[in-house]
């Protein structure tokens, strides 16, 4: 059994029976676009558990979530807003709009006004990087859906769209680098081929058959799009449809959504065009160049894709179960990708349906489960758990490395809430630290060189 199916099978045994893997087939629900009319669905009907529901919004009220809403087969199973945040408020979706911007491209590319093989430098003039003049010219949209631009993504400021900002650092499609310059830069070759602004061609092509609403704002050097948490949840189902609205297919080249939600290049394989991908043997992170051994999200399913935003933006679709859900939110200190925040989200999710599990147990173990915060750390610096209560009783807890040997290893006494892990000795890589399930079970965590 390798390491990614024994995570799998210890966070997924609960879900497996009340989420059904043959929902391809079936007939996906899809709201009207005006007024505020979406059909629910009980959770009873999945067979899941109040206290198991309650337990899931208390987690997320921990984490700073603002909007949580999960959709089965189109249709509402849970929407809980927390503090002020409200069914019309909005909210910014960070990084997570990345993947609106690819999902855009396809449509200009359908429509002929662009194809992603083209130069970039076609639409953006010739000197819209540093880079020496035969070095620009090797790159073009595909590369910026990609992120494989080859642009020094270690400059000062790597949000910067300014040519003096994009500076050369290898080939384009050689290097893999989460650069949000050239990305922003895409807004620009989109209203330039379409002779609109990004706003009013996302408004015709993507809001109007959707009922979407929300628009891009510029921040600085970003463009940044604001929306309610129902609209992206509108977006998830959109895509989740493979780019058909009730029987409109918006995005009609099938070849290119393949390849949005697919592995891109061979160089990151958890990315395809803006997405984050699960279900791979490698990954990587960004302002890194290392590659981990794992996927993204050990308790997430494998078909999993996620557009994911700084502070938990999230969208998380799965098509083998028509499953949508979208968080809206502030999860500071959780980097570009919030891949902890997805991942402990999927394991709440996937104890749904743990109704075996009484309500005073259920309580007594997620009182004491534990967090790491970060997840991913340098060689020798501390890695960090946090339990939401202090330990009831001492936790035995070792650590496993990606061939599944234990190197580490130790105990936590009673009244404990907090405290380090040592990294010093670890070599850069994928480690999972084993605990007892009352305490969370098995946590992923990197350390890096």
Known sequence: MTMRNFLRNCYMLAALATLPAAVQAQTLYFP???????????????????ERIDTLYDYLER???????????????????????????AWYWASAGKSLTAFTVGIAQQEGFL??????SDYLGAGWTAAPAAKEEKITIWHQLTMTSGLDDAVPDHF?????????????????????????????????????????????????????TGA?????????FVSTARSMARFGLLVLGRGAWNGTQVLTDTAYFNDMVNTSQNLNQAYGYL????????????????????????????????????DGQLISVVPSQNLVFVRMGLAPNTGDVSFLLMDTIWQNINRLGDCAVSVERADSRE???????????????????????????????????????????????????????????L??????LHLPAAQGGALRFVVVR
């Open 427 to 432: 070599p850069a890589g994928t480690y999972v």
């Open 160 to 212: 910067c769209t300014l040519d003096t900002c994009l500076q050369y650092e290898a080939d384009a499609g050689t290097r893999w680098a989460y650069h949000n310059g050239p990305y922003t830069l895409l807004d620009d070759v989109i209203s330039q081929a379409t002779g609109q602004t990004l706003n009013a061609y996302i408004n015709q092509k993507i809001k109007v058959p959707t009922g979407m």
């Open 275 to 310: 997405w984050w991908l699960n279900g791979k043997a490698s990954f990587m992170v960004p302002t890194l160049q290392t590659v981990f051994p794992s996927d993204i999200s050990p308790a997430a399913p494998d078909d999993m894709y996620a557009a994911i935003g700084k």
């Open 115 to 120: 194809s992603i093989q083209d130069t970039t």
């Open 63 to 89: 984490s700073n979530t603002k909007a949580f809403i999960l959709l089965k087969d189109g249709k509402i199973v849970l929407e809980q807003y927390f503090g002020t945040f409200t069914r019309d408020s």
């Open 216 to 224: 891009f704002f510029a921040s600085g050097y970003n463009n940044v």
């Open 32 to 50: 009207p676009t005006t007024g505020t009319t979406w059909d629910t669905m009980q959770p009873a009907s999945l067979g899941w558990c109040p």
């Open 367 to 425: 009182a004491s489960a534990i967090v790491l915060a970060p997840n991913v750390v340098r060689a020798g610096d501390a890695l960090r758990w946090q339990a939401a209560a202090p330990l009831r009783e001492a936790v035995r807890w070792r650590v496993i490395d990606a061939l599944g040997r234990q190197v580490a290893s130790g105990e936590w006494q009673a009244s404990e809430q907090s405290g380090d892990i040592a990294t010093a000795d």
